[in-house]
């Protein structure tokens, strides 16, 4: 477990403050999803499943009340404050560019068509999670999210359509 950073509230501003909670997010982030599940030596179709239970579970925890932190802050913080976009842009690419070879494998594997991009395949699949997660919180029901998650898991393959 990582753990978070000292910061003293005499020594800095909230600012300041906020980008350190952001950064100690980031990093749990990195380890639980981009180390554990995206660079792990697992096939890509675990890869995803595990991924996509990761979102699910995430949730579970909060009751879905939360929604994404860092879609959050990057609908109420882009335009306004330059650090927190960057900071938040920054973790976007890198859940795209660490799934982007999972599905170029993915798709190698499934004998997708050619004419899909990976990197694009992973921008639309980061846009869907989050999407689904703004849905979740606006009706207030986890169930949104999971039906989501769900759709995704059949455009990957990743199940059988008839088994959802």
Known sequence: MLKPPHVSLQECSKHELGLAVVDHLVQLWKHELIENILQSNLDPKTK?????????EYH?????????????????????DEAFRAKINELFKTWVDHLTPVLKELMHQEKFEQELCPEKWAQ????TIEGGILLMKNHLDLQVLQNVIDVIRIQLRLVNPRDK
């Open 48 to 56: 995803l499943n595990r991924m996509l239970e990761w979102v699910i």
């Open 124 to 127: 639309a699949l980061v846009s």
């Open 60 to 80: 579970r925890k909060t009751e879905g009340k939360r929604g994404c932190p860092f879609g959050n802050l990057a609908l109420e913080m882009s335009e306004h």
